[in-house]
């Protein structure tokens, strides 16, 4: 007899599978494979260039070459060219204008903090040392980070040679919420906001932030003949894989890989191919945060393979926290113009909302900034327009519900002056203008924000707010309260999985999926142990190993919504299997039974005659039953011809004290109710809305990477002066879900939390600060400076 | 210029003698990590600014990036592994895993350290800027106010924080520490 699981799984609030490993410190990180290799393992550290513009004129390397320990210093005068081969079509999280930077093959520089070249040494302590001893020399140009100069130019057009604005190159791929496009008009927006009973006009800024998780990036690579295997921080393995196959121009992997870049599965063109082996290899079992900076395989991961191929010894590279400012991307800049306009009732008649936006000069990046305003409240006149601004910084990229975040704070902070303008409760105004459908008509498949608002307005305690601003006063504190929506797209893309059940009663679930933080391992064990009928701890989930079938990326809140059902579909799968040899097998109680007759429920195979359980089942088989699936859409969900638009919804209240005397700001309570479909583990999703809501009070109060405009460089570039938020700042917070199963989107109807935990927070935070003190801050971060 | 030499020391680290022969240059952090190859200490900023690699040095906290380890000769170090492992977890590692007080894990270390820490601290009576007259055996009653303030060295980004709170308000119901 082998043990079931008789109650449901999913939906139970579940303690983390990898809870005991994570408090005792025994995840093993990408760095910490180190522990794998001896007195082998080399140590690379960077040399970052100061000049922010210009080219390499001379580098010196000869004292750090002769420093001990010291095996090789690569410069772009000494690496090898590199194919760094283009995919046949690029991956979402990659700009589709320009072209990656490739340090160490050209001597040219378009940001201070440039990787200029690599100290390859036996032991850290001498890498470090021997990096201060390069010399580079840089025939310095003139560097340009000035956002707000900058935006105020000409757009560009094909005579200029480096043009300052300009609508993106690629923008949408159709009409979709997805997609950049430049411009979208609705109605007649104009005319409709100069003749409106009540209109807003504001300026928005919100300025650099960077995704800082607290793990840095790192990467250990080996070589073994022509087979690379790299432990990397990442949240996407397959991809990364990808890339360092066309970055060593690895051509059986990239054809293998061309294929799944089209989204087909893995195992099925190994099966076509014939391929048995992989010849790059990435392997991250742990993701320590990431918020979106391992979306993208950056230069650092590329130069440590590059160096252990030349030395023919692993080599492990890790990156200062000073160099997280500059190498693995940050939430652009931006600057955002919003006018709303509504009647006397509070209906919105126009909503105009522009956005200037910094990338850098080798590559477009583009983020969904005014895509909220697309679909967040009923509008009959609408135009956004969208301009990118290259400057002499990295490539910027996403940051936990890149776009999404800025823009709908611009959006949330002009409706709260629109309500103030009005004088309407703030909460009345958004109720009013709830929308049915996205601007283009589409509706929208499941949205329960009404209920949202009014679990929020409860919790918070909204009913008692006075209208005025600066009318509630506590002791030395004004306090305030106040409100925003949220709104984040659903998205989903194919995945694939394997199950594979043991005569030993447990099972094995692999996906080449990631895990930072949100808790991966434990949901995907509760959905195959919800599918399969066992308890969970006879389900173990694997991931992080792009020899597992095919996930798409871990970020745009899609993990959940993709892998979850390829998971069950494995589960499914692998049952189905059972079936098969069961009613085959003379010895089962289901022998000579149609398998169409034969259903599982809570363990057990039941069929017309009898009945035993799945794990007897495969125990009397005596071998493992394995399956594979692969489920969802080629492309992003979002892209797809559908008949509904897929968000989620949710509101931020926030009550806020500003100290009278200093000005001080400090958040003391925040409810965050979102309508994200099902909810698979409660613990782990309240988990990732507190999470969210802390970075969004970071960005609210105290978050901001400043750059000197004179040397073109972050003057605050460490964990000390770049404030993230304590504990001391982090107040109390809840988080409630409301809503319903999407299963217009997939099967197990979860639409995903961890972006849509973020979006929202700074502006209901601004909004409170407003109700507090009277002053309405454009500008994030909301420093006391700006409070008194 | 000449190769620095080696100097020798011994360290306890989790109640092990180590006998080392270490540049002298390189941090506790590091020792831990690459020489000992004990990972449960993180690395996260390496300047003293995110406490992921607390560890106990001589039954204080300290961020162990900031600390040589040549100057830790005949001193005591508990990291994390020294606390507690998967199987025999320290009741504030339970109580981190019971009310989720982390996601991703990378800060989480630290802050058991730091939290195992502020117990013996808050026991013996040492103030904070919340309460300068904290008196010894009030570590059961620590407000939440208190705890945030004493965990204030170790930045989690994944914003675990309620949690970590929650771990500790529980721990220190339940843990008798050792009197400093
Ligand atoms: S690594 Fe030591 S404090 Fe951050
Ligand atoms: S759990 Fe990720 S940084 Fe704290």
Known sequence: ?788 | MSPPSTVSVTITVNGEAQRLDLDPRASLLDTLRLGLDLNGTKKGCNQGACGACTVLLDGERVNACLVLAVTCDGQKVTTVEGIGMPDNLHPLQDAFVEHDGFQCGYCTPGQIVSGVALLAEAASGQPSVVDVDLSPDSAAQLSDEEISERMSGNICRCGAYPGIRAALRQAAQTIQPARA
């Open chain 1, 1 to 788: 007899m082998t043990t079931t699981q008789t109650t449901p799984i999913i939906g139970q609030a579940t303690r983390r599978v990898t809870g005991p490993l994570k408090v005792s410190g025994q995840a093993t990180y990408a760095a910490e494979f180190s522990k794998d290799f001896g007195p082998e393992l080399a140590h690379g550290v960077l040399v970052t260039t100061m000049a922010a513009s210009g080219r390499i004129s001379s580098i010196d390397t000869e004292q750090a070459e002769a420093a001990p320990g010291v095996v090789k210093v690569f410069t772009h005068l000494n690496a090898p060219e590199l194919p760094y081969e283009e995919p046949v079509m690029r991956p979402q999280v990659q700009p589709q204008v320009g072209d990656p930077l490739r340090p160490l093959q050209t001597d040219q520089i378009f940001f201070s903090g440039q990787t200029v070249a690599v100290v390859v040494a036996e032991t850290l302590e001498q890498a470090e040392h021997a990096a201060t001893l390069v010399r580079v020399t840089v025939d310095e140009t003139a560097a340009d980070t000035d956002l707000h100069a900058a935006h105020q130019r000409p757009e560009a057009d094909e005579k200029q040679d480096t043009p300052r604005v300009s609508a993106p190159k690629k923008p949408a791929e159709n009409g979709k919420m997805t997609g950049r496009p430049s411009d979208v008009t609705v109605g007649d927006p104009d005319a409709a906001f100069e003749s409106a009973a009540h209109t807003v006009d504001l300026d928005v800024e919100i300025k650099t932030l960077v995704n800082h998780p607290i793990e840095p990036h790192a990467t250990i690579a080996w070589w073994e003949g022509n087979t690379l295997t790299v432990h990397d921080k990442t949240q996407w393995v397959d991809n990364a894989r990808h890339k360092l196959a066309l970055a060593f121009g690895i051509r059986q992997e990239e054809i293998d890989l061309k294929v799944d870049a089209l989204n087909t599965v893995k195992d099925a063109v190994e099966g076509v191919l014939g391929v048995q082996e992989s010849s790059v290899r990435v392997i991250t079992p742990f993701t320590g945060g990431g918020f979106g900076s391992g979306l993208r395989t950056w230069p650092h991961t590329f130069l440590t393979a590059m160096a252990a191929r030349e030395l023919d010894r692993p080599v492990r590279l890790v990156l200062t926290r000073a160099e997280m400012f500059t190498s693995v991307g940050h939430r652009p800049h931006n600057l955002q113009r919003v006018r709303l306009a509504a009647d006397a009732d509070g209906r919105l008649q126009s909503v105009i909302h522009e956005g200037w936006q910094e990338t850098s000069l080798y590559e477009e990046y583009t983020m969904n900034l005014l895509n909220t305003t697309r679909m967040a409240y009923a509008t009959p006149n609408l135009r956004t327009t969208y301009r990118l601004v290259p400057l002499n910084i990295q490539t910027p990229t996403s940051m936990r519900a890149p776009g999404e975040c800025s823009g709908a704070h611009a959006l949330e902070v002009a409706m709260d002056a629109l309500a103030y303008e009005i004088g309407m409760d703030p909460l009345e105004l958004r109720r009013r203008n709830n929308a049915t459908h996205d601007v283009q008509g589409t509706p929208f498949s499941s949205k329960h924000l009404a209920e949202a608002y009014d679990l929020g307005a409860e919790k918070i305690g909204w009913a008692d707010r006075p209208l005025a601003p600066r009318s509630m006063r506590d002791g030395d504190d004004w306090v305030g309260l106040g409100v925003s929506s949220t709104f984040y797209p659903a998205n989903r893309m194919k995945a694939s999985a394997s199950a594979r059940l043991l005569p030993d009663g447990t099972a094995q679930v692999h996906s080449a999926a990631s895990d930072m933080g949100p808790g991966t391992y434990v949901s995907m064990t509760m959905v195959a142990a919800d599918t399969l009928g066992l308890p969970l701890d006879k389900v173990k989930f694997a991931l992080g190993d792009s020899d597992f079938p095919h996930a798409p990326v871990h970020g745009g809140s899609m993990t959940m919504a993709s892998v979850g059902p390829a998971v069950k579909a494995a589960c499914e799968a692998a049952i189905q299997a059972v079936i098969e040899l069961a009613v085959d097998d003379d010895a089962s109680p289901l022998a000579g039974a149609s398998a169409d007759d034969v259903r599982l429920e809570h363990g057990e195979l039941i069929g017309p005659g009898g009945r035993e359980t799945l794990m007897a089942a495969v125990a009397r088989h005596g071998e493992p039953v394995e399956a594979t699936a692969s489920l969802g859409p080629n492309k992003l969900q979002a892209l797809m011809p559908s008949d509904y638009a897929f968000h989620s919804y949710g509101c931020v209240f926030a009550r806020v004290r500003v100290d009278a005397r200093t000005g001080e700001p400090r958040v003391e309570k925040v409810v965050a109710v979102n309508d994200v479909g099902k909810v698979i583990n409660p613990t782990t999703a309240a988990s990732q809305t507190i999470g969210g809501v802390v970075m969004g009070i970071g960005m609210a109060l105290m978050e901001e990477a400043i750059l000197d405009p004179n040397f073109h460089r972050y003057a605050n570039d460490t964990l000390a002066e770049y404030h993230a938020l304590t504990n001391r700042d982090a107040p109390e917070i809840e988080a409630h879900f409301v809503g319903e199963p999407d299963y217009e989107l997939n099967p197990l109807g979860a639409r995903g939390v961890g972006e849509i935990a973020t979006v929202g927070t700074s502006s209901a935070v601004v909004n409170a600060i407003y109700h507090a003190t009277g002053a309405r801050v454009l500008s994030l971060p909301a420093t006391l400076d700006k409070l008194l």
